[in-house]
C-alpha cells in the first residue's frame, strides 16, 4: 500500500491523529492518571536536559522531541541510523563506520561535507559530553534521546547549527543490584527475512554501599547477507561491539562524581560502497540486463534489483573502526541556588581501512586501500547555574581541541600497483582485477582547536511570562598540514574565526500545564579545510556558515499525553555541501563547495503519552520546504534550481505505538508497531528523476507476551515488514567516466531490505 506523494493523507492524518489523541487524553485522563506503570508516557512529567538543567519538557521554550527508554527499546534502536525511525524532523544519512561528522540532518539541513576537519550541524551529544566528528554508529543502554530542532550554538557549540541529539545513557544506581539484557535473532531466508541478525545486549548495576554504584553494560552486533559478491561468492558480514563501565560517586551531600569509560567496535568484510541498483541505459532490472551489463567482466550478477544486493569485485572489502571514550562529570552544590558542573572528556577514533571498492569491476575501478585515519578529542566545560524565584542564570566557557592524521597501515610504501600493497585512491579504465598504474596518498594532519564563553538567562517578568535568551563568543582555529605520497606535511593551510551567536525568545504559560513561545536564534558553524580525495588536486576552504531561525510554537499537557506544534523559518548563509562526480578524466573526486543560502520552512506536530490504559503513542509529522537555490547546477549537469533538496522529504510522518493487554496471572500479550512515512525524497544531486526515491512507508512491527512486572519478554518482530527498498544515498553509475544512465545505492539492513526474527528480553 502506498499513501501517495501529496500532503492529503498525511496532513489529514496528523489532524486526525492529533485531535484524536486530544479528545482521548480528556475523556480517559482519570483513568489513565490511576495507572502506576512506569512506562512511556506514565509519568505527567517527562524531564528533559535540552537547557543544560533538568525541566519539565511542557516547560522548555525549544521545539524537544523524546524518546523514551520503553520506545527505544521496543523500535529496536541500536544504532544511530535507527534514530531516524523517532523524530519527524530527523534524516540520518550512514555508510559503514559512520559518517565522520555523524551524518544527521534536521529539517533537511546537515552537514554535507564528510571531512574531518569541518564540524558537524546536528551536534551528537552523549551523557552531557559532544561527540564532535568521533561520532560512532552503535548506540547501546539507553535511557533517553532528545532531539533538538533548530540552531542550539547559543549552550552546545558550533556543531550545532541545525540541531542536537542529546543522548543520555542508563545511570548507576545505589538502589539494588539489577541485571538486564536481551538477544534478537533473525536468520536470511527464514520467515521472509532477507538479512541475518544477531544482537545480544545486556547490563548489571551494583550498589556499592549508599554512596556509590557501579553499572556495566554491553551490547554485541553481527548482520551478514546485506550484500553478496558474486564474483568471489561471499556475503558481507559485520560485527559490532561495545562496552562502557560508569561508576557513581557521592562522597558528601553537595558533591557528585559521574565517571565513564567505553570502548566500541566494528569490523566490515565484504561490502561495496555503492552497488548497481538501477539498470544502466533505461534498461529493467532483470537478468537479461544483469548478463549484458556484466558479462564482459567475468561477472555473474543473477539479478540486478533495487536494494543493491549484488556486486562484483576480485577483493573483499574490508574496515575497521574502534573507538574508546573516557569522561568525568562533576556536580558542586554551593548552595540551594548555585551549582558548579565540570564536564572532562577525552575520545579517540581510529579508522582502519585495508579496501573500499567504490564501482564494479566492468568499469572505473576505484578504490581506497591501506589507509587508516586516528583522531583525538579532549573537552573541558565549565558551567555556573543560578536558579532563585524564577530567575535562571547559566554562564560557562568550553575548551576543546581535535587532532586528526591520515597515514599508511603498511608503512611509507606509495606508487606501488600490486595486490596488498597499493597505499591510497586509485582510479584507472582498464578492464580487469588491478589496473598498472600508481595510486596516490593523501597525508593529512589536522589540528582544530576551541575557546567559548557562552551564557543562558531567563528573566520571569510575569507569573505567567519569561523572558529568555543567551550569548555565545566562539574563537575558532584550524590547522591542516597535506602531502601527496609522504608522512609530512609538504602544504599547511591556517585558518582563524571569530564569532558571537546567540538566541532570544519570549514564553507564556497560559496554565501550569502548557507554553507558548517565540524565539529568533542565530548559529554559526566554522569555516574548514577540506582535503581532496585525489592527492595532486588543491585544498579548499569553505567559508563559515550563519543560520537565522525564527520559531513559533506551543505545548499542552492533557491528562497523560502532550501535544505540541511549532512554525519555523531557518536560513542558512554559505551552507557547506559536497557531492561525488567524475572528472573529465574519469576519476571519482568529491566537489566542495558554498551555497549561498539555504531556506527551510515548516511546522511540526507532536504528540506523546498514554492514550488509554494500556496504549502508549508517540507520534510526530513534519512538513518542511527547502529548496536549492536559484543556479544550482547538479552533477548530471541539470539545473536543480527550486527543487526539494537532498535527503529532505517535504512530508514524513513518524509513529512508534504499542498496545498491551491481560491475558491471565501475572501475563500480558502486547503488539507495537513503528510507522514511518516519507514523501519523495531526493537521493543524489542529479537533475533526472530516478534519483528522487518515490514516496513510501517503512512498516516495523512486533507482538508478544510478558511478565506484566515487567521481568521477561518474548516476541517476534518484523522490521521494513513491505520489503521497501529505500537506500542511504544514490550516486549515477558510471562505464569509462561517462554516466551510463544506471544508478547505484549504498543499502541498509531494515531500510532497503525486510529483517524478521525473535526477541527474548529480562530484567531482574
Not at 606 to 626: C, E, I, K, R, S
Request: a negative charge; one cysteine or more; hydrophobic letters at 40%.
Amino acid at each position: 500500500m502506498k499513501f501517495g506523494k501529496t500532503l492529503g493523507f498525511v496532513a489529514s492524518a496528523s489532524a486526525v491523529a492529533v485531535a484524536t489523541l486530544g479528545l482521548s487524553a480528556q475523556a480517559f485522563a482519570a483513568d489513565a492518571a490511576a495507572e502506576e506503570q512506569a512506562s512511556e508516557g506514565g509519568d505527567a512529567a517527562i524531564i528533559v536536559t535540552a537547557r543544560k538543567r533538568e525541566e519539565n519538557l511542557i516547560d522548555v521554550p525549544l521545539p524537544v522531541t523524546v524518546a523514551t527508554q520503553a520506545q527505544l527499546q521496543r523500535d529496536q534502536v541500536y544504532s544511530i541510523t535507527d534514530l531516524q525511525r523517532t523524530t519527524a524532523s530527523l534524516e540520518i544519512s550512514q555508510t559503514s563506520g559512520g559518517e565522520v561528522n555523524g551524518g544527521a540532518r534536521l529539517r533537511g539541513l546537515g552537514t554535507g561535507v564528510f571531512n574531518a576537519s569541518v564540524s558537524p550541524s546536528v551536534a551528537f551529544v552523549v551523557d552531557q559530553v559532544p561527540q564532535g566528528n568521533l561520532t560512532f554508529p552503535l548506540l547501546f543502554d539507553l535511557a533517553q534521546v532528545e532531539v533538538l530542532r533548530g540552531p542550539q550554538g547559543t549552550l552546545f557549540g558550533q556543531g550545532a547549527s541545525a540541531g542536537v541529539i542529546n543522548i543520555t545513557t542508563v545511570a548507576p544506581s545505589t538502589d539494588a543490584f539489577g541485571i538486564s539484557g536481551g538477544v534478537n535473532v533473525a536468520d536470511k531466508g527464514t520467515a521472509g527475512s532477507e538479512v541475518s541478525e544477531l544482537t545480544v545486549r545486556g547490563g548489571v548495576n551494583v550498589p556499592l554501599g549508599e554512596k556509590a554504584a557501579l553499572r556495566i553494560a554491553g551490547q554485541f552486533k553481527r548482520e551478514a547477507g546485506l550484500q553478496r559478491n558474486t564474483f568471489l561468492d561471499l556475503d558481507n558480514r559485520t560485527k559490532e561491539y561495545g562496552l562502557r563501565g560508569k561508576l557513581l560517586l557521592k562522597p558528601s551531600e553537595t558533591v557528585t562524581i559521574n565517571l565513564s569509560a567505553e570502548m566500541t567496535e566494528q569490523k566490515v568484510n565484504g561490502w561495496n560502497f555503492f552497488a548497481i541498483a538501477i539498470a544502466p541505459n533505461g534498461r529493467p532490472n532483470s537478468a537479461a540486463s544483469s548478463g549484458a551489463f556484466t558479462a564482459t567482466a567475468g561477472c555473474d550478477i543473477p539479478v540486478i534489483n533495487e536494494r543493491a544486493e549484488y556486486y562484483c569485485e576480485d577483493t573483499q572489502a574490508t574496515m575497521r573502526n574502534s573507538a574508546q571514550g573516557f569522561s568525568g562529570v562533576v556536580d558542586f552544590e554551593l548552595n540551594d541556588n548555585l551549582s558548579l558542573t565540570s564536564v572532562t572528556a577525552y575520545r579517540m577514533l581510529d579508522r582502519e581501512t585495508d579496501t573500499v571498492n567504490f564501482s564494479r569491476r566492468l568499469t572505473v575501478a576505484a578504490r581506497n586501500e591501506n589507509i587508516e585515519s586516528e583522531s583525538k578529542q579532549f573537552s573541558q566545560e565549565l558551567r555556573l547555574d543560578y536558579q532563585n524565584d524564577g530567575l535562571d542564570v547559566l554562564v560557562g566557557a568550553l575548551y576543546s581541541k581535535f587532532d586528526l592524521e591520515t597515514t599508511p597501515i603498511n608503512g611509507a610504501t606509495f606508487g606501488n600497483p600490486t595486490l596488498g600493497n597499493r597505499t591510497g585512491f586509485s582510479v584507472c579504465h582498464n578492464l580487469g582485477f588491478f589496473c598498472a598504474v600508481p595510486v596516490s596518498f593523501s597525508y593529512e594532519d589536522t589540528s582544530n582547536r576551541i575557546f567559548a564563553l557562552f551564557t543562558d538567562v531567563t528573566v520571569p517578568v510575569s507569573d505567567q511570562v519569561d523572558l529568555f535568551g543567551g550569548l555565545r563568543y566562539s574563537n575558532y582555529r584550524n590547522t591542516t598540514g597535506v602531502g601527496v605520497d609522504t608522512l609530512t606535511a609538504t602544504r599547511t593551510v591556517q585558518i582563524k574565526d571569530n564569532d558571537v551567536s546567540g538566541r532570544v525568545g519570549l514564553s507564556f504559560k497560559p496554565t501550569p500545564d502548557s507554553t507558548i513561545f517565540v524565539s529568533y536564534a542565530r548559529g554559526y558553524k566554522p569555516p574548514a579545510v577540506v582535503v581532496p580525495t585525489i592527492a595532486t588536486d588543491p585544498v579548499v576552504v569553505l567559508k563559515p556558515e550563519k543560520a537565522d531561525a525564527i520559531e513559533l510554537g506551543a505545548k499542552v499537557q492533557v491528562g497523560r499525553v502532550q501535544l505540541s506544534g511549532n512554525a519555523f523559518w531557518n536560513k542558512v548563509a554559505n551552507f557547506q555541501t559536497q557531492s561525488s562526480v567524475f572528472n573529465a578524466s574519469g576519476a571519482l573526486i568529491s566537489v566542495t563547495q558554498n551555497i549561498d543560502k539555504v531556506v527551510s520552512k515548516g511546522f511540526e506536530l507532536n504528540a506523546m503519552g498514554a492514550v488509554v490504559p494500556g496504549l502508549t503513542v508517540n507520534a510526530g509529522y513534519q512538513f518542511n520546504d527547502v529548496r536549492f537555490p536559484t543556479g544550482f547546477v547538479g552533477n548530471d549537469g541539470v539545473s536543480l534550481s527550486g527543487k526539494q533538496f537532498i535527503n529532505a522529504p517535504k512530508h514524513k510522518f513518524t509513529l512508534s505505538t504499542e498496545y498491551s493487554t491481560p491475558v491471565s496471572g501475572n501475563l500480558e500479550a502486547f503488539i507495537n508497531a513503528n510507522l514511518v512515512y516519507k514523501s519523495a525524497v531526493l537521493l543524489g544531486q542529479y537533475g533526472s528523476d530516478t534519483f528522487r526515491y518515490p514516496a513510501h512507508e517503512l512498516i516495523n512491527a512486533g507482538f508478544g507476551v510478558r511478565d506484566a512486572d515487567g521481568k521477561w519478554s518474548a516476541s517476534i518482530f518484523a522490521r521494513n515488514l513491505t520489503k521497501e527498498r529505500e537506500p542511504t544515498a544514490y550516486l549515477a553509475s558510471d562505464f569509462a567516466g561517462s554516466s551510463d544512465g544506471g544508478i547505484r545505492a549504498w543499502p541498509a539492513a531494515g531500510i532497503t531490505t525486510r529483517v524478521v526474527g525473535l526477541t527474548v528480553d529480562f530484567n531482574f
